[in-house]
């Protein structure tokens, strides 16, 4: 579903090169929670933004749904794009537009027909537990609600693959297990493979099947979560 074969990044950086991706190898199965962890600079943000190309590889391939992410033309690009959903730390909602509006943009920049659009968000919010929150904006609603409506966006064009971007960071422990809750059932219910990043071994150890540890750019351990945390 989602493969790294030999990927090393480079930024410029302001004094020196940062290396921020060291001869990165990894796979992810359809179907699968994967979660990277490590801690800050460790390369995580930068290996999950290069999956869906917010980031380009400096070597190496990164491979989506079998198609090589780096030889694509443009247009080959905004179709595996719209494979891919994103959630984020800070949940990234547009603040002076409603929560009907922002689940719809995805739509909306797609030109999807306005009785489309319509059904497809009312779908949605129902799935997050918003329905009653559709004309509010997002100043009104708590950090969890944020981050459900970030998820309803983010499975707004029907996804395969659902990336997070340390998606519960800024929440508090009982709302983060109600949103790992709900990626849990995202998985389950609409088969959707999710690939998250995160500081905390709370969150691997809550949802994920498979993990990545890295550091200074490397994965330096990798396996089913239970035989990583078995490992003494
Ligand atoms: P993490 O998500 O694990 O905190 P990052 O991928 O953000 O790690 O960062 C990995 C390394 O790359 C760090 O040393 C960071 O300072 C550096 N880095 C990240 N983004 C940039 C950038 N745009 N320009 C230069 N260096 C960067
Ligand atoms: P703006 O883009 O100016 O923030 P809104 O987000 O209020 O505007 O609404 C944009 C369009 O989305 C409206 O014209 C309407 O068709 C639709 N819409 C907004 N809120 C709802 C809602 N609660 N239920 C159904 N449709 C809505």
Redesign the pocket.
């Known amino acids: 579903m989602i493969e790294f074969i030999d990927v090393d990044k480079t ?3 302001i004094e020196a090169p ?1 290396h ?1 991706l060291d001869n990165i190898n990894f796979k992810v199965d359809a179907g699968e929670i994967y979660g990277v962890v ?10 999950i933004r290069c999956v869906n190309q917010l980031e380009s590889v400096t070597e190496g391939k990164v491979i989506v749904d079998g198609k090589d992410l780096t030889s694509l033309t443009p247009s080959e690009l905004r179709v595996i794009k719209k494979r891919i959903g994103m959630i984020f730390q800070h949940f990234n909602l547009l603040n002076s537009k409603t929560i009907y509006t922002n689940v719809a943009m995805p739509l909306i920049l797609n030109k999807t027909p306005k009785n489309e659009i319509k059904a497809r968000v009312t779908e949605l919010l129902d799935f997050v537990g918003l329905s009653d929150k559709a004309s509010q904006y997002p100043d009104q609603l708590s950090g969890g609600q944020k981050q459900r409506v970030g998820i309803a966006r983010a499975l707004a064009t029907n996804p395969s693959i659902l990336l997070c971007d340390e998606a519960t960071s800024a929440l508090d422990p009982q709302t983060t297990e109600s949103i790992l809750e709900l990626l849990r059932k995202i998985n389950k219910e609409y088969n959707i493979t999710i690939l998250l ?1 995160t ?1 905390e071994m709370s969150v691997i150890r809550d949802v994920c099947h498979k993990v990545a540890v ?1 550091e200074n ?1 490397k994965i330096i351990e990798r396996g089913s979560v239970f035989d990583v945390f078995s490992n003494p």
Not at 38 to 47: F, I, V
């Open positions: 930024y410029p950086g940062v921020a490590g801690y800050s600079g460790a390369g995580k943000s930068t290996l990043i500081h890295m750019g």
